[in-house]
Every structure is written in structure tokens, then in C-alpha cells.
């Protein structure tokens, strides 16, 4: 399909392109990412996360503190046919959540802005 393969080819370049430019680690509180070595560690242990909540906090953390829209999300994470399915972008935010957050049910680092986007708030990119 065409707009699965530009939609591939638009993260295999947003990756490049964050390894050329930094380290690609992010912190957010107690949470470090390292886009480059695909990890995440919180309070210095290894969170392990499935594919899609990986690819969900990458797209966050390439953009930390931006604004990302539901679409903008669901496009580079699912890929272009699945624009309108903002219901794997609450179960994937609440599992991020669940093993991120201090407070799931008070989120600090992972912000949803209703109705329109999610956001990192990082503190730093190292």
C-alpha cells in the first residue's frame, strides 16, 4: 500500500534525523528515553514497553513539550488508516501511563490536551 510505505518512510527518516542532530535522549522527571537505543528507563530501571507504546512515546519524545494532534499521532504510530482511531490513543496513553507516571491517575509527564493532542513534558533533551 502507498501510504503505509510514505507512511514508514516518513519515521525512518524523522529517526535518522533525530540520531544526526542529538543524542536522542529525552528526560521527563524520573524518565529517560533514548530514542537512538530504543530504550526507556525510569528511576535508572528498564521500563519494557510493547511496539506500539514504544513508537506512541518516541513520536512524543522527538517533539518534547510540543502539542501533537490525535491525527498526527495515529498517522506516524498506526499509519494513515487509522487517523480517526482516537481509542488506541487512550489505551495506549493510559498503559504508558500506568508505567511512567508517579500518579497515573494524575498525569505529569504524558498531558492530554482534551480533545485535540498529547504531549511530553520533558525537562530536557541530552
Not at 21 to 26: E, I, Y
Not at 42 to 56: A, I, Q, Y
Amino acid at each position: 500500500d502507498t501510504e503505509e510505505l510514505l507512511a514508514r518512510l516518513r519515521v525512518a527518516l524523522r529517526r535518522r534525523a533525530v540520531g544526526d542532530s542529538r543524542s536522542g535522549r529525552v528526560r521527563a522527571g524520573a524518565v529517560e528515553i533514548d530514542l537512538v537505543e530504543r530504550t526507556v528507563h525510569r528511576g535508572g530501571e528498564e521500563v519494557r514497553l510493547t511496539p506500539k507504546e514504544w513508537e506512541f512515546l518516541a513520536e512524543l519524545a522527538r517533539s518534547p513539550g510540543r502539542v501533537l494532534t490525535h491525527a498526527q499521532i495515529l498517522r506516524s504510530v498506526w499509519g494513515p488508516a487509522h487517523e480517526r482511531d482516537v481509542e488506541y490513543l487512550r489505551v495506549t496513553a493510559r498503559a504508558l501511563r500506568l508505567k511512567l507516571e508517579d500518579e497515573p491517575s494524575m498525569p505529569r509527564l504524558l498531558r492530554n490536551e482534551p480533545g485535540v493532542a498529547y504531549r511530553l513534558m520533558a525537562e530536557a533533551v541530552v
